[in-house]
């Protein structure tokens, strides 16, 4: 059975599994090309970071970055190899947009590669409903990355 819970990053299999997306990013990417955030960046406040379990198997992980009240940033979507192709990434993606609705944001942002490698990346966020931007928050225009946003529902915000 899958579950999805919110990790606070002292285990050893979640900082591997990190740790391969990190390098994953760089050997994909020039140096200065490269956002991925290490485990330093993704325990700042304003990241929240789930795990995805099948069983007792870490499967992947996503983390959702508080831009501002009403914006937030996908950061660290990353599918265990062994799990590829079983709907991790859709169910993370699922959940940290749901998360974003439930945070009453408006947006949701997100930075990837341009390159092929990123391609299936891509397509899974256009799935989603996510649209070419500009690039948001810190980030500067470059040619080796794509920015993305996807407009929430007001409808789904929580009442004040």
């Known amino acids: 059975m899958r579950k999805i819970v919110v990790d606070d990053l002292s285990g050893p299999r979640i900082a591997a599994l990190l740790r391969e997306h990190v390098d994953e990013m760089r050997s994909a990417s020039p140096p200065e090309s490269v956002h991925a955030l290490d485990l330093d960046g993704l325990r700042r406040p304003e990241v929240t970071v789930w795990s995805v379990y099948d069983g007792d198997e870490l499967v992947g992980c996503g983390a959702l970055k508080e831009l501002g009240p009403t914006s937030g940033e996908v950061k660290s979507m990353r599918t265990a190899p062994a799990a590829q192709r079983r709907g991790v990434a859709s169910a993370v993606l699922t959940h940290l947009t749901e998360e974003a609705r439930r945070r009453g944001y408006a947006r949701l942002y997100l930075e990837t590669g341009s390159m092929d490698f990123f391609a299936p990346a891509r397509a899974l966020y256009t799935r989603f409903g996510f649209r070419l931007c ?24 929580p009442v004040p």
Do not use: I, K
């Open 134 to 157: 500009e690039p948001f928050g810190d980030y500067l225009p470059d040619p080796n990355s794509v920015h993305m946003e996807l407009a929430l529902s007001p409808r789904s915000r």
